[in-house]
Every structure is written in C-alpha cells, then in structure tokens.
C-alpha cells in the first residue's frame, strides 16, 4: 500500500513540475504529459524494489545465517594446516609439539566460540599470534614477522577471523614459495575514527602465486559488509614486489 502511495505521490509531483515549467519550454523541447508521469512512476517502482530488495538481503535472520556459513567455510582450512603442523613435530619435538597442542587448544576455543559479534582486536591479534607460531613451527627461520601495533586502540572491536585468513594466505602465497622465506608485515593504526590494518608479503611476479587470495578477499568483504555495511573496506594491491592488503573498519 505505502508503496502505491509512493508512486502516486511521484506522479503528481511529476504532473506539478509538468505544468509548472512547461511554458518555459518550446512545445516542441516537452514531452508528453502522460508519458512523463508514466516514466516517473517506472522509475520509481523501480528504485523502491532495488531498496526492498536490499533490505531483505541483509536483514537480521539472513545476515545471521550467511555469517555463520562464511564462518563455517574459514574453520576447515586453518584447521587442517594448523593439525598438519603439529603432527610434523611429535616424532622429532615432542616438547615443541606439546607446546603447540596447547596453542591449538587455545584456538579452538576460538573457533568453536559464538562468532557472530566483533570481538577485541587485541584478541584476533593473539589468535594471529598463535596462528604464526604454529607456522613458524613447519617454516622456522623461513617465517619472519614484523609487528607494528604500537598504536593500536586497547578498546577497538572487529569482526572476529578477519586477520587470519590473511595472514594464511600471506604464508602460503608469499612465503612458502621463497626458498629463504620473507617477512610478513602486520601494521595497525587508528586515523581519525577508523582503523587500519595492513597486512604486507613478497610478492614475485614470475608466478601468478595469488590466485588463491580472491576467496578470502570475497569472503572478508561480506563480512565486513554484514557488520558495517559501508563504513568498512578492503582493498589490495601490489607494490614494491610486495601484495598488500588494507582493511578499514570504524573505531567501535
């Protein structure tokens, strides 16, 4: 109803603007009366179906369910490399191996955790932390990680798992094909009211290495959708033979 209301509200705005300005125009310039009210009218039921359209898209229920299974499509991955880890390590460093159950502990709970709500960023930073330490595990000197979070806001909240898909993909694009390895750059800051996270890893243009990054980058950037709607963004680009990645989200 509120819809017809809408239309018809337009048409007649249409006709008075119509009437109006037409005496200033050569007849010949104006179209006919009937067919601009008709256009307004098209145009109109158009635009409202595109903003119903939207609306349903990210209501409650449907983001809430599409939040979980992007979640659910993360899990198996990070889980499977973090197991593979360990399991390189209980024969030769039982001790190392131990150590690193008990950080897969640690993230487990994580991942089996309630994700729906963002989250501290000093906890994805630690879970981050965990994640690398387990990579370090397979990669050792190979693996080399630059912090920079001098800056970052003790109160800043995210959506939880946005930083370790990347950072697993920065692993296994940009470091595991190096025969010496590189150093993965991870820089946050605040500007304004936003936050920055950068993440930074070699990238050899020989070898198309990150075809495999587009699922991730897909991936985060509905989620941070979901949360934030516009306020939020990721970008990528190459430069200086390095892949970067740059999340924005507001300060919350």
Known sequence: ????????????????????????????????????CLLAGIVTAIVLYYFNLQQRAYSPAIAEARLQALQARIRPHFLFNSINAVLSLIRSQPKRAESALEDMADLFRVLMADNRDLVPLADEIALCRQYLSLEKLRLEDRLRVNWQIEQVPPDAMIPPLIMQ???????????????????????????????????????????????????????????????FDLEASLKSEVKNNHYLVHIRVPHR
């Open 165 to 227: 898909p990347l950072l697993e993909n920065a692993v296994y694009h940009g470091i595991e094909p190096l025969p010496d390895g590189g150093e993965i750059t991870i820089t946050i800051t605040r500007k304004h009211e936003d936050i920055l996270i950068t993440i930074s890893n070699p990238f050899s243009a020989d070898k198309d290495r990150h075809h495999g990054n587009k699922m991730a980058l897909k991936n985060i950037k509905e989620r941070l959708l979901l949360h």
């Open 1 to 36: 109803m509120s819809v017809v209301a809408i239309v018809s509200l337009e048409m007649v705005l249409t006709n008075l603007t119509f009437s109006v300005l037409s005496p200033f125009f050569a007849p010949d310039f104006v179209p006919d009366m009937t067919r601009a």
